[in-house]
């Protein structure tokens, strides 16, 4: 799977749009880009994914740039319960491998948003 | 989506004993992923845990360790063998990401100190 890089850390207040960027600049063309988040002490929740096309659901939005070297996942009006670790991960699409189903994370972006 | 439950949610340990995990799933799954979470740190795959064959190991990880049992299509036990305080970790399970477009869940983890 293609490698991920990640801000360390963001910053974000209560009621705007917060941004998280990730680079994927080796991402093969049957690679998707998820999110997922955690939140201290529990453990990871999925957010979203996309191949190539904008995505967006009742969490969050992705939007993935047209040569699908970065992505940016934007959750529309943060609120205080946002605070996590957001992991930006890139996955092979095709079935069976070695590599089914196998999440490789990254030290991801500790997002925090105050009041 | 699946419902995962892990037990125990936490515990603290003598060096030198070992802790079996225990994952319990609400569907039946083919395949069921144990990451390791250390301290700060983002998570490690250890295995991927098969119906009916053995585990995969990645590397870093021996059986030894980390016997892994997969006795039915819901569940699975993680074992921490002969523990040190190096152990001390979340173990977390996981399910599903299996397809190119889905996406996975994780239980809440079991939070290890070995003292």
């Known amino acids: 799977d293609a490698k991920t890089t990640q801000p360390p850390s963001m910053d974000c207040a209560e009621g705007r749009a917060a941004n998280l960027p990730c680079n994927h600049s080796?991402?093969?063309?049957?690679?998707?880009v998820y999110w997922y988040r955690q939140i201290h002490s529990q453990g990871p929740q999925y957010i979203i994914h996309?191949?190539?096309n904008n995505e967006t659901n009742e969490m969050a939005s992705l939007i993935i740039t047209e040569d699908r070297k970065s992505s940016t996942l934007i959750l529309p009006h943060a609120t205080l319960r946002d605070t996590a670790v957001y992991y930006c991960?890139?996955?092979?699409?095709?079935?069976?491998?070695?590599?089914?189903?196998?999440?490789?994370f990254g030290q991801g972006t500790i997002l925090t948003v105050h009041p | 989506s699946a419902v995962i439950s892990q037990k125990p949610s936490r515990d603290i340990c003598q060096r030198g004993t070992s802790l079996t995990i225990q994952c319990q799933v609400d569907?039946?799954?083919?395949?069921m992923f144990w990451y390791r979470q250390q301290p700060g740190q983002s998570l490690t795959l250890i295995a991927t845990?098969?119906?009916?064959?053995?585990?995969?190991?990645e590397s870093g990880f021996v059986i030894d360790k980390f016997p892994i049992s997969r006795p039915n299509l819901t569940f699975s036990t993680l074992t921490v063998s002969n523990m040190s305080p190096e152990d001390s970790s979340i173990y977390l399970c996981?399910?599903?990401?299996?397809?190119?477009?889905?996406?996975?869940?994780f239980g809440q983890g079991t939070r290890l100190t070995v003292v």
């Open positions: 996981s399910v599903g990401g299996l397809g190119y477009n889905t996406e996975a869940f």
């Open positions: 080796t991402i093969s063309g049957n690679e998707y």
């Open positions: 996309g191949l190539k």
């Open positions: 991960i890139v996955r092979v699409a095709s079935a069976g491998g070695t590599s089914y189903g196998k999440l490789t």
């Open positions: 569907s039946q799954v083919t395949m």
């Open positions: 845990a098969n119906q009916g064959s053995e585990a995969t190991y």
